[in-house]
Nanobody, 126 residues
């Protein structure tokens, strides 16, 4: 039974910071590539960042330099540190997993990811 549970979302002011956590179980975590997606109201879902088991990372251009993805294999947990938040960052944030040891272009398709969490709401507003 695979479980992926996001936490850490909430209301934050523009320019503020938030750290999301993604706790997993039922996965061989060290063998999983993990990523964060988000979906804003009325918009399509988009990948923000991905991290492989060897800590290779890739970021969407609009969040690069503001967001940092990381993983703690001892805790089977992935994180997304979000800094200098903007109103356009408001969305439901999802943690996703795929049993693969490397990142390739297929990460841009939501159908690629085998497991999805339920999401956590992030609202950036003054």
């Amino acid at each position: 039974q695979v479980q992926i549970v996001e936490s850490g979302g909430g209301l934050v002011q523009p320019g503020g910071s938030l750290r999301l956590s993604c706790a997993t179980s039922g996965l061989i975590f060290s063998g999983e590539t993990m990523a964060w997606y988000r979906q804003a109201s009325g918009k399509q879902r988009e990948i923000l960042a991905a991290i492989s088991g060897d800590n290779s990372t890739i970021y969407k251009d609009s969040v690069k330099g503001r967001f940092t993805i990381s993983r703690d294999d001892a805790k089977n947990t992935v994180y997304l540190q979000m800094n200098r938040l903007k109103s356009e960052d408001t969305a439901v944030y999802y943690c996703v997993a795929k049993q693969t040891s490397y990142i390739n272009s297929d990460i841009y398709s939501y159908q690629y990811w085998a497991h999805w969490g339920q999401g956590t709401q992030v609202t950036v507003s003054s």
